[in-house]
């Protein structure tokens, strides 16, 4: 699995509430990927920063969301480039589903 971690600044203006709006549009494309297993979006007023932190079942899949036409969407809505990080995720503890997850399989719940 893999964690991308993707963060970019709100224009000077911008409400959280149109933030948040603009989060529940994208939600639906979101949910049709199925690559992706969990997005979780972000929003920090102090700092004017938003983004999200997906968690992929590739590489290869995370970085196929990231096309052009991505980038000019957060671009155009958002007035700046974000920053994309990944990170390798062998194990994740989840207490909505109740287990951890592990890459090898193994069932630690």
Avoid: C
């Amino acid at each position: 699995m893999i964690t991308e971690i993707i963060t970019f600044g709100i224009p000077a203006g911008m409400t959280r509430d149109e933030v948040v709006a603009n989060y529940r549009r994208s939600a639906p494309g979101w949910r049709a990927n199925p690559d992706l297993i969990r997005k979780n979006y972000l929003y920090d007023a102090e700092s004017r920063r938003a983004g999200g932190v997906y968690l992929w079942r590739t590489l290869d899949a995370a970085r196929r969301a990231r096309d052009a036409a991505w980038l000019e969407r957060v671009r155009r809505t958002y007035g700046s480039q974000p920053v994309v990080q990944y990170f390798e995720t062998p194990i994740v503890a989840d207490n909505a589903l109740g287990k951890t997850i592990d890459e090898g399989g193994h069932d630690a719940t």
